[in-house]
Every structure is written in structure tokens, then in C-alpha cells.
């Protein structure tokens, strides 16, 4: 149906059940929206997503107790700052930190967490960024060369400078007045000579704050409060990974001190390097019902069901001569079942490239990773139930007509 044939028929619908000023709408009104198919409507090709939590994908698809949530609340308003404040005291009892308050992810929450440290509780400072020289403001970051991989993006968007170190004497040398921040990434740890517990007790020894990106790093769910724990003074996740929540928001914990300056960058604060970084009511409470629900949550249950899907898959396919199949668990960041198809192409003759390209264009669509001439892989845990048998059978089909 066409969105006009909808107002139309929206329009002529008995007005029993249209609430007060028109906002509300209908039963009937609300089977009418529900049957419509969006993505039908405007073209776009939705899959079954064997691949992960990945940002062109979408992320990840929310819980429902989220989607729910989410739906409850758009029907009120309240004031932005009280609910912030409100779920923040809640998000920071479950995280363990002093103070937390829901970004636009985790790459926002980094770049909120910085402005913070710049500015302090100072709104002359906080409209300045990031435009920092002349104003008294540090401009410095320290960061391991092995921890340099795109994301610090979000700290030199306050303007400070990146300064690259690899040994502990080394970040020794590179602290100076300027320096604002130590910044550690979770995903990236094994690349550092430096542990985290020496990072923190540098910042702690040098009084310089230090904060983690820990984006993909649940589970385990115990990472949530392990680093604020540890004592980095700001952790920043995503919420729309493993966790589920709205894939617009995330979680930056920490210090009540570095929260409150960091939230005077924060909507609804104008003339700030934060204004652009918005989450409604939607999101902030859609977070921490993702939040509170994944900590509840029976993670061995989800591992098991991780598990078994992957042995559908790697079933249906792994007696083709030439082919092997592996389950292997990263040891940091996206810590689920990942299972890895390797093939010699003298015996099934197809690249992963084609491969790839014919799953996606296959009914149902489907997308997996693409890790070379030969070699995919695949995560069970963004799949809705019963999906890894589709995925089993256009794999085996595929591989069926190569060899
Ligand atoms: C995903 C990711 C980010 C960005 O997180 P968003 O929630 O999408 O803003 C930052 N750092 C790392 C390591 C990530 O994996």
C-alpha cells in the first residue's frame, strides 16, 4: 500500500479508539502501519545475518523487551537532563562505577569523555572545543602504537593530538602539561607492551585520567563493570553490539566528577562539539532496559544455542572433499563462535568472493564474512531462531554446485 492510501484510509477509520489531540492512534490504525513492509516499500534488501555486529549491517537487531520499551516511553515527555540523571544513578549500580550516563554509541561516548576532561565543569572551555589552542585547555593523548586503529577518530575530534608510545618509559617521556588523556583499546590489548593495570596506575601516578574503549567486549558480561573496577577513571561500550539495545546508543561510565563535565557537551546543551550526538528518551531508556535485561541474562544458555547453530552449519557442509570447518572464539572482542570454512579450490572451484555474492543474492539473502580467495566465517549470534538452517542449506547448495 502506498503511505498516501494509508492516510487516506487512516483518514475515514471510526474515531473510537483516537485519543487525546490525535496523537494516539487506533487498533485498526495500528494493524494497518504493522502490515506495511518498509523495506518492501522503499526497495532495500533485508538478510539473515551470519556475519556480526557490524555498523553497515545494522548492528544488531534489539530485544524485544528493548523495542517495547522504546514504544512505552514515546508517549510522554520528561526532561532529557532528569532522565539522564535518573537512569545514569541505575546504569552506574549495575556497572559498578561512580556515575554513567547513555552517548550515541561508544564512538560519542569517547568523544564526550575527552570534552569533559578538556573542559572540566568550565561552559566557556565546553563552548570552545575544539578549538583548543590559546585556551588554557590540555591537547594530548597518549595512546600505544599497537592501539591505533581508526577509532581515536574520536578523540581528535576535540582537537587534541594523538602521541604514539610503546614501552611504560616511553609514556613516562611523553607526559607533559598538555597531556590530557591516557586512552587504552580493549580490543587491541594483546598489541601493547603496557597491561591495563600499568596504564591505570600511570594515569593514577601522573594524575592524568585514564579511559578504555571496550565497544565489542561483551561478553563476557563481567567486562561491563571488570574495567571500572580496575580503576580506569572513563569506559566507554557500544549498546547496539552484543547487548542489543538501540544501535544509536552506548554507555559512558566512570568518574561522577569527568560524567557531569562530560554531559555539559551533551544535548540539550547547544553550542557544544556534543550537540549532533542526541539520544532521546527512546534510546536512554531503551539502553538500560538492554542493559539491565542483558546482566540478567542466562549467558550459558545463549553460548549453547551459539554452539548448536554453528554445528548445523558446519554439519551440512563438512564431508565435501577439500573443505574443513572450525569453530574458533576470538580471544578479545566479539567473544562468540566463530566458525571458519576453509576450502581448496582444485576441489570446490569457487571463490569466496562468488560465494559470498551468491548467498547475498540468494532467497534468502544471506551475509557472511568474506576472509579471502578461500576462507569465510560466520557468527551465530545476531541470527533469529531457525536461520541457521536456511544458512546450512544455501551453503550446502553452493558448495554442492562447485565441486
Ligand atoms: C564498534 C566500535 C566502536 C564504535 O562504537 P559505536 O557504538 O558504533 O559508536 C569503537 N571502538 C571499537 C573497538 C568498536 O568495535
Not at 539473502?365 to 576472509?371: P, Q
Request: aromatic share 6%.
Amino acid at each position: 500500500m502506498q503511505r498516501r492510501d494509508l492516510l487516506k484510509n487512516l483518514g475515514v477509520l471510526p474515531l473510537a479508539g483516537v485519543a487525546v489531540g490525535g496523537i494516539d492512534i487506533s487498533e485498526k490504525e495500528k494493524e494497518l502501519v504493522a502490515k506495511r513492509n518498509l523495506f518492501e516499500e522503499l526497495g532495500v534488501r533485508t538478510f539473515i545475518n551470519a556475519a556480526g555486529t557490524y555498523t553497515f549491517m545494522t548492528g544488531s537487531l534489539m530485544q524485544e523487551e528493548v523495542v517495547e520499551a522504546i514504544r512505552s516511553t514515546s508517549k510522554e515527555f520528561c526532561l532529557l537532563d532528569d532522565l539522564q540523571d535518573k537512569v545514569g544513578e541505575k546504569i552506574a549500580a549495575i556497572v559498578k562505577s561512580e556515575s554513567a550516563v547513555v552517548t550515541a554509541g561508544c564512538f560519542s561516548a569517547m568523544t564526550l569523555g575527552l570534552a569533559g576532561v578538556l573542559s572540566g565543569m568550565d561552559t566557556k572551555k565546553v563552548a570552545q572545543i575544539p578549538h583548543l589552542e590559546g585556551t588554557g585547555m590540555k591537547s594530548e593523548v597518549i595512546v600505544q602504537k599497537g592501539h591505533n586503529v581508526g577509532y581515536s577518530q574520536a578523540l581528535t575530534n576535540t582537537g587534541c593530538k594523538m602521541v604514539f608510545v610503546e614501552t611504560i618509559d616511553e609514556v613516562e617521556k611523553a607526559i607533559n602539561d598538555k597531556t590530557a588523556l591516557l586512552w587504552f583499546l580493549n580490543i587491541q590489548s594483546d598489541q601493547g607492551k603496557i597491561t591495563h593495570e600499568e596504564w591505570v596506575a600511570l594515569g593514577k601516578k601522573h594524575n592524568i585520567p585514564t579511559m578504555i574503549d571496550i565497544a565489542a567486549d561483551v561478553p563476557p558480561v563481567s567486562n561491563l563493570w571488570k574495567f571500572n573496577d580496575m580503576g580506569f577513571d572513563l569506559v566507554c561500550i557500544s549498546g547496539g553490539k552484543a547487548m542489543r539495545g538501540p544501535q544509536s546508543a552506548g554507555l559512558l561510565m566512570g568518574k561522577k566528577n569527568l560524567i557531569d563535565a562530560a554531559r555539559l557537551s551533551m544535548p540539550p546543551r547547544g553550542s557544544t562539539i556534543g550537540r549532533g550526538m542526541k539520544v532521546n528518551k527512546e534510546e536512554i531508556i531503551g539502553m538500560y532496559v538492554a542493559l539491565d535485561h542483558y546482566v540478567k541474562h542466562d549467558h550459558a544458555a545463549d553460548w549453547k544455542m551459539w554452539e548448536g547453530r554453528v554445528a548445523t552449519i558446519s554439519k551440512a557442509i563438512n564431508s565435501f572433499p577439500g573443505l574443513t570447518t572450525e569453530t574458533r572464539v576470538p580471544k578479545l572482542g566479539n567473544i562468540t563462535p566463530t566458525l571458519h570454512v576453509e576450502w581448496d579450490q582444485a576441489k570446490v572451484k569457487i571463490s569466496s568472493k562468488q560465494l559470498q555474492e551468491n548467498l547475498r543474492k540468494g532467497n534468502p539473502s544471506i551475509e557472511i564474512v568474506n576472509n579471502g580467495e578461500s576462507h569465510i566465517s560466520m557468527t551465530t549470534w545476531m541470527m533469529q531462531a531457525g536461520e541457521e538452517t536456511k544458512v546450512a542449506q544455501r551453503l550446502k547448495e553452493e558448495f554442492q554446485k562447485a565441486v
